[in-house]
């Protein structure tokens, strides 16, 4: 296990008894996260609620919002995060093979160009300032509707919120893939930095 920047705190009571039991029964251990948020026990209430409501939405295709998550966590960073979504699509029966692809998806030959424009457009979203085009947006607008559209957004969005939480605060992977014996994922690319 690694060293958040905020030591977890012990979780106790009746509602820590439930978490714990919770984490254990759906994730097969109780990650450092929680005990990082049981600090403030009310963020961590809002942000597992919110998750849980968006893990409800149903408008745009749960492959696309899974890859762009990972493509997320992998652009900013949080190995936490891109673990979990790896974990989370094989708990979901998604292509393992383009999953394990994410975070060198430009050089892949395993997505198709629907699925690429989603992993551009959850790259772009998440540069600081956001880079997304009219014609990227007219592009998804065309192949989704306009309802999967605001779905994979806020899902994005969320990703944005949890990933850059993740690295701030120091959590880093619980080792959720390689717990349920899945391939490791794809190094990126590394371009060279110019000189």
């Known amino acids: 296990m ?8 012990e979780i106790t009571g009746v509602s820590g008894a439930f978490v714990k039991r ?22 961590l209430r809002s942000t597992i609620g919110l998750g849980g409501k968006i893990q409800k939405w149903d408008a745009c295709d749960e492959s696309l919002k899974t890859f762009a998550h990972m493509a997320v966590a992998s652009l900013i960073g949080c190995s936490w995060c891109l673990d979990f979504n790896y974990f989370q699509a094989h708990q979901l029966d998604l292509d393992m093979d383009k999953a394990r692809e994410v975070p060198r998806w ?3 030959g395993a997505f198709t160009p629907l ?5 551009e457009y959850a790259e772009a979203m998440s540069h600081t300032e956001p880079t997304v085009t009219d014609e990227l ?3 998804l607008l065309e192949q989704l509707g306009p309802a999967a559209l605001v779905e994979l957004t806020s899902v994005i969005a969320f990703a944005n919120l949890t990933t850059r939480t993740n ?7 619980d080792g959720f893939a390689a717990a349920c014996g899945l391939k490791p994922l794809a190094e990126p690319a590394r371009s060279t930095p110019a000189v």
């Open 2 to 9: 690694t060293t958040t920047r905020i030591p977890p705190a």
């Open 22 to 43: 919770y984490a254990k029964k759906t994730l097969g251990s109780v990650p450092a996260t929680l005990g990082v948020y049981w600090h403030n026990q009310r963020v």
């Open 106 to 108: 430009r050089e892949s």
């Open 115 to 119: 699925e690429r424009d989603v992993l």
């Open 137 to 139: 947006v007219d592009s």
């Open 167 to 173: 690295v701030a605060l120091g959590i880093e992977s």
